[in-house]
């Protein structure tokens, strides 16, 4: 099969969110993430793959075979990696109720929060809140960071400070002059919201949060302003968990 300039069209065109909302279709590309994907609950639309050897044990899925000129063309990969698929986007009811849970407030870089996504699977934190205003979890960018960890989280977007305002548990953010978190009695159930990676949290999310944390710098010249969000998130996750 050779692409069609409809095909190239559509699968170009998702690299937006208003055409990933659109079509309800997001772009998975690489053999691990494609197969991490299929192996869950997600239901696929398209495979494109330029290798006629690889094998996705399922002998029902309609795989279409392209050439490495053809996948450079709907890829957003410098290197691509054999396969691109197409992934139907999930309505999902938000029926998670766990005891801890990660919220992000404006976090706009992709990798960061398909780093995020990754820490939540690992720390099995299996709930994250992210604000409006926090990239969307279906950009490409995003989905290869979380090498398949999007499938076993729940990701929800919603007013952060109005949920903020209607959760039972304690909430916890980090801050430069909070608690020193390694001396700090931390509960298992709790909410952590970790902010942008330039401003950190919304003054009005910030309104709302009674405990701040810090971690604090052990370096003999302590000229570093902050750490990565994605760094400092793993760092809390770690302390939450161990206790």
Request: aromatic share 8%; hydrophobic share 40%; glycine share 4%.
């Amino acid at each position: 099969m050779s692409l069609s300039k409809n095909n190239i069209k559509l699968i170009t065109s998702l690299q937006q969110k208003k055409y990933r909302q659109k079509y309800k279709l997001f772009v998975a590309e690489g053999i691990k993430v494609v197969k991490e994907l299929l192996a869950s609950d997600l239901e696929v639309y398209q495979i494109y793959c330029t290798d006629e050897t690889l094998d996705f044990n399922n002998s029902s899925l309609s795989v279409f075979m392209i050439t490495e000129t053809e996948l450079k063309k709907i890829s957003t990969l410098k290197t691509p990696n054999k396969v691109l698929a197409l992934f139907k986007i999930p309505e999902r009811e938000d029926t998670n109720h766990s005891d801890f849970i990660l919220a992000l407030d404006g976090v706009n870089d992709p990798g960061n929060l398909g780093t995020i996504i990754r820490l939540c699977d690992w720390f099995g934190v299996t709930k994250l809140v992210c604000s409006l205003n926090t990239v969307d979890c279906y950009n490409q960018k995003v989905v290869q960071a979380t090498m398949g960890s999007l499938t076993r989280v729940t990701v929800v977007y919603t007013d952060l400070p109005d949920y903020i305002e209607n959760v039972n548990e304690p909430v916890y953010t980090a801050d430069m002059d909070g608690a020193n978190v390694y001396e700090s009695t931390l509960p298992e159930k709790a909410v952590l919201v970790m902010g942008n990676e330039a401003n950190g949290i919304s003054a009005e999310v910030n309104a709302k949060i009674r405990y701040k944390l810090t971690i604090p710098r052990f370096g003999e010249i302590q000229q570093t302003e902050s750490l990565n969000v994605a760094t400092a998130t793993a760092i809390l996750l770690s302390e939450f968990k161990r206790r």
